[in-house]
């Protein structure tokens, strides 16, 4: 209240009305990040992927759903949560998997482990602002092929049951394709 | 497929796994670097002033900060990542400031 009668009067004065670092504020810094972000991963998608905004006006929410056409998770389609804080992009994006999934560096409750999403890491492959929204994109494609990483495991038991066998480790993962990956 | 080595060639295993990617579009990904005048932060010119500062109209305030490793970024957007991480956003070495300026 107070704040608002001052701003009006200090415009009465002919005095700028600034509400510093006010979250709009911030936030815009990130949609304006974020407008050239989108383009650019919605023209260099992978081919497995599908990226869609549920409110076209917030770029900072969307949904990618992975459709991987080769090694062990083929024949399932992932759903993921893109949330871009508003700290973006000195923060990296959030991400959530929506899809109950046996894999190495997915938890069950949907948790991921990639590398590139980590906000503080001792080593270059943590966040940097240096990256994009397409790098994101490509990244989590990758765990479904290269980036698939059953030595740093998220999921433990996921990644010992392959280690000990890779044909029950392959039925476990098609069993919850069955479950809850198909479209 | 978790046994890395075979189409990345020998010696790549140990390197930094971001780079190992083979689905990785190597050329677009570091399209903002390729321009050194940008700041890799906001995206726009360093002689420029920086997102924020243009956002809220301190065009003035916003000046360079060069790195010993010879990066060049708006000191506001800099200093809002060395809290998080103390690297250069480019070459990744430890950040240490060389000059601050215009
Ligand atoms: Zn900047
Ligand atoms: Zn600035
Ligand atoms: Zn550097």
Redesign the pocket.
Same mark, same amino acid.
């Given at each position: 209240m107070i704040t608002l009668s001052k701003k009006l009067k200090q415009a009465k004065e002919g005095k700028p009305v600034e509400i510093a670092h006010s979250p709009d504020k911030r936030a815009s810094i990130r949609d304006k990040l974020l407008v050239k972000e989108v383009q650019e991963m919605e023209s260099n998608l992978p081919p497995t992927c599908k990226v869609t905004f549920d409110d076209p006006d917030k770029l900072h929410q969307f949904n990618i759903t992975i459709a991987p056409d080769e090694g062990f998770w083929h024949g399932g389609t992932f759903d993921f949560d893109v949330d871009v804080p508003e700290d973006y992009n000195i923060l990296p994006p959030r991400v959530q998997c929506n899809t109950r999934i046996w894999h190495p560096n997915i938890a069950e409750n949907g948790d991921i482990c990639l590398s590139l999403l980590r906000e503080t890491s001792l080593d270059a492959t943590g966040w940097s602002p240096t990256r994009t929204l397409k790098d994101v994109v490509w990244g989590l494609n990758a765990l479904f092929y290269e980036l698939c990483d059953f030595d740093d495991p998220l999921n433990l038991e996921a990644a010992e049951h392959w280690l000990r066998d890779k044909e029950s480790f392959q039925e476990k993962v098609t069993s919850y394709i069955e479950r809850y990956a198909k479209r | 497929m978790a046994d890395t080595g075979g189409d990345n060639g020998p010696g790549k295993k140990a390197a930094d796994k971001m780079f190992s990617l083979k689905k990785w579009n190597a050329v677009a990904m570091w399209s903002w670097d390729v321009e050194c005048d940008t700041c890799a932060i906001c995206r726009v010119q360093v002689m420029d002033? +920086?997102?924020?500062?243009?956002a809220e109209n301190?065009q003035e305030?916003?000046?360079v900060v060069w790195g010993e490793c010879n990066h060049s970024f708006?000191?506001? +957007?800099m200093s809002l990542w060395v809290k998080q991480n103390n690297r250069c956003p480019l070459c990744q070495q430890e950040w240490v400031v060389q000059r601050i300026g215009k």
């Open positions: - | 002033a +920086c997102l924020r500062c243009q301190k305030d916003c000046v708006h000191n506001c +957007c």
